[in-house]
Every structure is written in C-alpha cells, then in structure tokens.
C-alpha cells in the first residue's frame, strides 16, 4: 500500500464525521447485522467516487475476517492499470452492541488507532436476508458501496436496490459500476 493511499485513507475518515438528513429525520442502518454471516468475501459491485480507490480499474473485493478481540480484519483488494493487485489491510469495530450495524474502519497504521479522525463511518443500510446483496454508506452520503457475493448481480435486484437506496436520500447517480474479469 502506498503512502499516498494511506494519507487519502486517513483523510477520508476525517471527512466522514458530519451527519445529514433524510426527509424523515436520519439515515437508517439495518436493524441488526448478523456478524458471523457477514464474514467473508464481498465484490464491490458499485461505488460513489472517491479519492482512495482512483487507481482501482477492476475486480475490487473487501474480505471480512474475525480477529481475536472480536474486531473484523478489513482486506480491500483491486486491480490496477498495470495488472497488478493493491491491497489495503484495515480493522473495523462495532459501534454499540455485538448486532451492530453501524461500524467504524480504519485502514492506518494500528499506532494510529487511537486518533479518532483515522476511523471512518461505515454504516449497513441496506441487506437482504441471505447476506448476498448490501449496500454502505457514512452518515453524510459521501461515500457509498454496493457489494455482493457474487461479481456479477441480476439487473432487477440492482435498481430495486438503487431505488431503496434512493429513499434513504442517497444520490444514486452518483454511482459507478465496478468492472469484474473472467476468473
């Protein structure tokens, strides 16, 4: 990981701390997030622009795992122009209880971790029920993911989504589609 990456990364999560409004009052997150189903490997499928993946052409993934002291490792992977695979290696912690859906990640250095502007929001807004399909924002609706277990997700599923997304007061034009490669 770059030292450019890195900054963009810490900046970003300092950016991420104002929260906005829906029509209605507030962005909502899931009712309950279901860690142990959540473990694993997830395909961005779309996401808002943003400064700290600008070099990610394709195959952009998050992996999930469960660390010793209940934290999730975060590994963010992607393809460059050139071919080659980035990876960012981060710590995401749960805000509240252990179903929590509101979480905070940090991809800096864990000497850093104690500055809270290194923590990003990362807010679950949106999952099915078999875990296969999710959607993330931060309280401001600056940044945005679509991820799936799959690289691929089914037309209808994707706009009934942008349209769930949409009441939730996200700007879903904002949006760009992820490139997936043959395996």
């Known amino acids: 990981m770059t030292l450019k990456f890195l900054a963009s990364l810490i900046l970003t999560a300092a950016c991420a701390t104002a929260y906005a409004q829906t029509s209605d009052g507030a962005l ?3 009712e309950r997030l279901d860690v142990p189903r959540y473990l694993g490997t997830w395909y ?20 999930y795992t469960l660390r010793e002291d209940g934290t999730l490792q975060v590994r ?8 080659t695979m980035d990876e960012a290696l981060g710590q995401a912690r749960q ?4 179903q929590s859906p ?10 850093l971790s104690w500055l809270p502007f290194v923590w990003g929001d990362y807010w679950i807004v949106d999952l099915d029920a078999d875990y296969s399909l999710a959607a993330i924002t931060d309280p401001r609706r600056a940044y945005a993911w679509v991820l799936s277990r799959t690289p691929q997700v089914e037309p209808a599923r994707y706009e009934a989504l942008m349209q769930r997304l949409r009441a939730q007061g996200l700007d879903v034009g904002q949006f760009e589609r992820s490139a997936h490669t043959a395996p």
């Open 28 to 30: 909502r997150t899931i």
């Open 44 to 63: 961005e499928i779309a996401r808002f622009p943003n400064r700290f993946q600008r070099q990610c052409v394709a195959d952009t993934s998050a992996n």
């Open 76 to 83: 963010n992977r992607c393809r460059l122009a050139d071919g």
């Open 95 to 98: 805000i509240g209880g252990p």
């Open 102 to 111: 509101t979480l905070k990640v940090r991809f800096a250095p864990a000497w």
